[in-house]
T-cell receptor, first 111, second 113 residues
Framework: GENVEQHPSTLSVQEGDSAVIKCTYS??????FPWYKQELGKRPQLIID?????GEKKDQRIAVTLNKTAKHFSLHITETQPEDSAVYFC??????????FGKGITLSVRP | DSGVTQTPKHLITATGQRVTLRCSPR?????VYWYQQSLDQGLQFLIQ???????AKGNILERFSAQQFPDLHSELNLSSLELGDSALYFC????????????FGPGTRLTVL
């Protein structure tokens, strides 16, 4: 089955700095790549997604880049704020049509 | 608010018991997904239903079963509960397939004592 890995597992940045989280996957037929943000005790919420026919997508301070050849995609958050502190999950839909999640990364933004 | 509702919010029960978790998808969504989230396992996909039919299966134990009813709400049944079944159970819904955006419900926290 699909194997999805996130790097790093924890990340701490200073408020105002940028944060980059990388996700690698194994199935070259994967075609949908969402990122979810989960605050403590709350539901995962979609923050941005990208499909295999697009290399980059941006929404205000958040962007996602996809490298299908290398089988990785990254979440970029610019001008980080304390409210960006949360667990971020990448996910991948592969040929089996199942959405497989990475284990999550805890982002801490220091004021 | 995602539009997906789940009941109950919390459930405390004993080992060996059986419980039912309920999910109502967003209006217009035909697919419902169930996930288990525990501290050491992350978000694990259990099962997907589309318009009443099972569409995909993940790491769902034989003690667990689910169904989707004609009004598209879904139930996840967990039986012969063990301590290790304690987790957050999320339901998500999407318009159709797994490449559509999945919207998550607030989750049911199950504690097995």
């Amino acid at each position: 089955g699909e194997n999805v890995e996130q790097h790093p597992s924890t990340l701490s940045v200073q408020e105002g700095d940028s944060a980059v989280i990388k996700c690698t996957y194994s199935d070259s037929a994967s075609n949908y790549f969402p990122w979810y943000k989960q605050e403590l005790g709350k539901r995962p919420q979609l923050i941005i997604d990208i499909r295999s026919n697009v290399g980059e997508k941006k929404d205000q301070r958040i962007a996602v880049t996809l490298n299908k050849t290398a089988k990785h995609f990254s979440l970029h958050i610019t001008e980080t704020q304390p409210e960006d502190s949360a667990v971020y999950f990448c996910a991948v839909t592969g040929a089996n049509s199942k959405l497989t999640f990475g284990k999550g990364i805890t982002l801490s933004v220091r004021p | 608010d995602s539009g997906v509702t789940q009941t109950p919010k919390h459930l405390i029960t004993a080992t060996g018991q059986r419980v039912t978790l309920r999910c109502s998808p967003r209006s217009g969504d035909l697919s419902v997904y169930w996930y288990q989230q525990s501290l050491d396992q992350g978000l694990q996909f259990l099962i997907q239903y589309y318009n009443g039919e099972e569409r995909a299966k993940g790491n769902i134990l034989e003690r667990f079963s689910a169904q989707q009813f004609p009004d598209l709400h879904s139930e996840l049944n967990l039986s012969s509960l063990e301590l290790g079944d304690s987790a957050l159970y999320f339901c998500a819904s999407s318009l159709s397939g797994s490449t559509d955006t999945q919207y998550f419900g607030p989750g049911t926290r199950l504690t097995v004592l």
